[in-house]
Every structure is written in structure tokens, then in C-alpha cells.
């Protein structure tokens, strides 16, 4: 099955400054990459999504990358906000519907 | 719409019970997802249905674990006998085949479930 690594596991950021998180994959049948966002004692919230048939996508101050050749895809965050300060998990999927999860990244936005 | 209902959201019980989790998902959804969460294994799926059918089971752990789906807007997850380790949080999703959210995963708030 699939196998998504996600890293790093924990990120502080200065407010303002810019997040990374990069994940890899390893089925290459995977086309569908979604990126969710989890408050403490909620359940996650998808941020964004991306296809295997782009390569970029942006929306306000985040944006995801892909590289099917190499199997990874990253989420970007800009211009960090005390809001930003959650678990972020990216994930794979075939089929839209089947997702495997990173382990996820817990990011502190520093005031 | 109130988003995804689950209920309890906390439950505690001894090892061997029966424990009952229900998910009542978004109205026109026709996906549902059980998910599984602790520190150790992250998120995990653990079986989804399409249109009230079980699609994919494979990551139900063992057969202490089943769901069911009897119509489109309430779902159950069983395990009998519990034990410690499945302590966790477990959480429904559901999602719509079609529209502008087409196969966007709404969580619903989670069970937190401990076994003692």
C-alpha cells in the first residue's frame, strides 16, 4: 500500500516568516495529494488539494507544490499568523477517496 | 448544515465491553470514512462506504472491529470485545462524489475512546 513520510515533525516559525513542510510517497499510482490542517480537540480540516496533473497550486498564502518524478510534494505557508499554529498532515490517494496520512507536523507560529 | 455528528464524544470503558461509536454524516453525502488516530500509528482509514456499501475494509484491524452503514445518514462502529490499545480517537468523514466540494473530506469532532 501506500506510504507517505512526512517531515519535519515539529516547525517554529517567527510570525511573518515563511513554513515548509515536504512529504514523499511511494506509490506511484497516486494523483490526488490533499494537505489538512488540525486544531487542538477538533478533527482535520482540509487547506488544500492537488491533482497529479499540476504541478502548482496557490490559494491566498499557501500554495503546494508536486514532483511526481521524484515523489514528493511540499505545502508552503507565507506570511505566518499566530493562527497558523495547528498539526498540518498531507496525504496520498489513487482514487480521491482512499487516503494514506503523513504523520504530521506540529507548527508554532512564534509572536 | 451541522457538519458531521458523532456521538459520544468521550467514552470510557473497561476491557471486554462492547463499545458503540454512531457518526451521522453531511446531508447529500455519499462517502463515509472511519478513521482511527493515536500518537503512535498517526491517522489511519480504517474502512469507507460509498452509497451505504462498504468499499474498502482493509484497514479494520482485527474482526473485534465492524461497521455498518444501514442508511445514508447514520453509521456505527463496533468493537466487541474492546481492548486497552484500541484507545484512540476515532473519527467519521464523509464527502460528496459531486459539486464544488466534489471528494473533500469533512471530519466530524472525534471519539475519544479509553479502554481501561
Known amino acids: 500500500g501506500e506510504n507517505v513520510e512526512q517531515h519535519p515533525s515539529t516547525l517554529s516559525v517567527q510570525e511573518g516568516d515563511s513554513a515548509v513542510i515536504k512529504c514523499t510517497y511511494s506509490?506511484?499510482?497516486?494523483?490526488?495529494f490533499p494537505w489538512y490542517k488540525q486544531e487542538l480537540g477538533k478533527g482535520p480540516q482540509l487547506i488544500i488539494d492537488i491533482r497529479s496533473n499540476v504541478g502548482e497550486k496557490k490559494d491566498q498564502r499557501i500554495a503546494v507544490t508536486l514532483n511526481k518524478t521524484a515523489k514528493h510534494f511540499s505545502l508552503h505557508i507565507t506570511e505566518t499568523q499566530p493562527e497558523d499554529s495547528a498539526v498540518y498532515f498531507c496525504a496520498a490517494s489513487p482514487n480521491d477517496y482512499k487516503l494514506s496520512f503523513g504523520a504530521g507536523t506540529t507548527v508554532t507560529v512564534r509572536a | 448544515d451541522a457538519g458531521v455528528i458523532q456521538s459520544p464524544r468521550h467514552e470510557v470503558t473497561e476491557m471486554g465491553q462492547e463499545v458503540t461509536l454512531r457518526c451521522k454524516p453531511i446531508?447529500?453525502?455519499?462517502?463515509l470514512f472511519w478513521y482511527r488516530q493515536t500518537m503512535m500509528r498517526g491517522l489511519e482509514l480504517l474502512i469507507y462506504?460509498?452509497?451505504?456499501?462498504?468499499?474498502?475494509d482493509s484497514g479494520m484491524p482485527e474482526d473485534r472491529f465492524s461497521a455498518k452503514m444501514p442508511n445514508a445518514s447514520f453509521s456505527t462502529l463496533k468493537i466487541q470485545p474492546s481492548e486497552p490499545r484500541d484507545s484512540a480517537v476515532y473519527f467519521c468523514?464523509?464527502?460528496?462524489?459531486?459539486?464544488?466540494?466534489?471528494?473533500?473530506?469533512?471530519f466530524g469532532p472525534g471519539t475519544r475512546l479509553t479502554v481501561l
Open positions: 468523514a464523509s464527502s460528496p462524489s459531486r459539486g464544488v466540494a466534489y471528494n473533500e473530506q469533512f
Open positions: 506509490d506511484s499510482a497516486s494523483n490526488y
Open positions: 462506504f460509498n452509497n451505504n456499501v462498504p468499499i474498502d
Open positions: 446531508s447529500g453525502h455519499d462517502y
